[in-house]
């Protein structure tokens, strides 16, 4: 088992990154709001985990061990595929998602893509139990208010972009879908900058 990968940073693209350790590149699928932070050519240090399966094996990269735990405590939900997880990562951090399995909130589990209400149902009845200490702080804003504008403008420029187009991009997308998480965010942003140039 490969418990975390540190070296340069080879390629950053919008579901995973390339990350170089003694000789060898690892591709390590991530959320979009991991990726933000990872710039090519920078050194960096993700937590993973390995999931394997009949004809692969996949490596996930997460910024720290909780998120990672979660990572693995969402895939013990029956119906709930690493896709499934990563994209729960994607919409909430972990102090987010604990918060919102404690609370019971449906409502904002359905908001990650592939959840539906049945599904969020099931993750609250498995997991409200299981998911350790919430921290009482600002995290439930951070549920109903969470912030993607910088996530996406970060993963934007480390993708190329211009900063002003970046924040220009994230902002018109931001105004639409104010709702928008940040993987759909930086989806709608990146066709927005595709129809510019």
């Given amino acids: 088992m490969i418990a975390s990968v540190r070296g340069e940073v080879l390629d950053v693209a919008l579901d995973h990154v390339v990350i170089e ?11 979009p709001s991991t990726l933000a932070t990872l710039r090519r050519g ?9 999931i394997v399966r009949e004809d692969s094996m996949t490596l996930y990269g997460f910024p720290d061990a909780d998120a990672r735990d979660l990572f693995l405590t969402l895939l013990g939900v029956s119906g709930v595929g690493p896709k499934i997880a990563l994209a729960t990562l994607a919409v909430y951090d972990a102090p987010a998602l604990r918060q919102a399995l404690a ?19 099931r993750l609250v009845l498995e997991l ?14 951070s549920v109903n208010g969470h912030s993607v504008r910088s996530p996406v403008v970060e993963a934007l420029v480390g ?15 931001m105004a639409n879908e104010p709702e928008a998480n940040t993987s759909s965010a930086l989806r709608a942003a990146l066709s927005l900058l595709g129809k510019t140039k």
């Fill in 103 to 121: 609370d019971g909130d449906v409502a904002a589990l359905t908001r990650v893509p592939g959840i539906g209400k049945r599904s969020a149902e």
């Fill in 128 to 141: 409200r139990d299981k998911i350790g200490p919430v921290a009482t702080s600002a995290v439930a804003a």
């Fill in 21 to 31: 350790a003694a000789g060898v590149g690892y591709k390590l699928m991530a959320a």
């Fill in 42 to 50: 920078s050194e960096a240090r993700l937590i993973t985990a390995m």
């Fill in 159 to 173: 993708l190329g972009f211009a900063a002003k187009q970046a924040e220009e991009a994230t902002d018109k997308v």
